[in-house]
């Protein structure tokens, strides 16, 4: 079956570092997505994955391990502004069945 | 670029009103989508279009119609609202014809049905 897990919540401390996990169960894996959304507002894209191993943006990386289902978003140099809900997204392909499997998101709150 | 548009921004109904959601975006995107999100559920894919004529059913589809006549419109239409459908709706376009590119959403509507 499909799904998605990531942790519910997390806290860190400005400056810090934090690694938020997402592990998926998919037939037909095609990539995967992380999005930030800030409350009351709409999802913005952050990363793409689709082979193993680690992208790398500014601040922010995501790394993917197709064989274990697993991937992550590595937030560095913390700021009060990251404080948002954190969506992986699994895009799966069977035949010509194309869909995007979201996960709940992960709610991280930054405090100082 | 305006990127992805939705009105209204808020809106509440009543039970067995119906309405329509606007969607619009100026990047020349084929792909749209609307999606419902609410609390312990994620987002959910209401109704898609891979380009101008061309309607799919997402995954909640039920009490929704859309229609796509310009590569820049895609209405959301509650037939017959229902307290079940209070939710936020947010609207999506990606370049190319399937949900593989990057999503630009838009700010989304809250609705709540009495």
């Known amino acids: 079956g499909q799904n998605i897990d990531q942790p519910t919540e997390m806290t860190a401390t400005e400056g810090a570092i934090v690694q938020i996990n997402c592990t998926y169960q998919?037939?037909?894996?095609?990539?995967l997505f992380w999005y930030q959304q800030h409350a009351g507002e709409a999802p913005t894209f952050l990363s793409y994955?689709?082979l193993d191993g680690l992208e790398e943006k500014g601040r922010f990386s995501s790394f993917l391990s197709r064989s274990k289902g697993y991937s992550y978003l590595l937030l560095k140099e913390l700021q009060m502004k990251d404080s948002a809900s954190y969506l992986c997204?699994?895009?799966?392909?069977?035949?010509?069945?194309?869909?995007?499997?979201w996960g709940l998101g992960t709610s991280l709150a930054v405090n100082p | 670029n305006a990127g992805v548009t939705q009105t209204p921004k808020f809106q509440v109904l009543k039970t067995g009103q119906s309405m329509t959601l606007q969607c619009a975006q100026d990047?020349?995107?084929?792909?749209m989508s609307w999606y419902r999100q609410d609390p312990g559920m994620g987002l959910r894919l209401i109704h898609y279009?891979?380009?101008?004529?061309?309607?799919d059913q997402g995954e909640v589809p039920n009490g929704y119609n859309v229609s796509r006549s310009t590569t820049e419109d895609f209405p959301l239409r509650l037939l017959s609202a229902a307290p079940s459908q209070t939710s936020v709706y947010f609207c999506?376009?990606?370049?190319?014809?399937?949900?593989?590119?990057?999503?630009?959403f838009g700010p989304g509507t809250r609705l709540t049905v009495l």
């Open positions: 279009s891979v380009g101008a004529g061309i309607t």
């Open positions: 999506a376009s990606s370049a190319g014809t399937s949900v593989h590119n990057e999503q630009f």
């Open positions: 998919t037939s037909g894996f095609n990539g």
């Open positions: 997204a699994v895009r799966e392909e069977a035949g010509n069945n194309r869909k995007l499997i």
């Open positions: 990047m020349n995107h084929e792909y």
């Open positions: 994955n689709v």
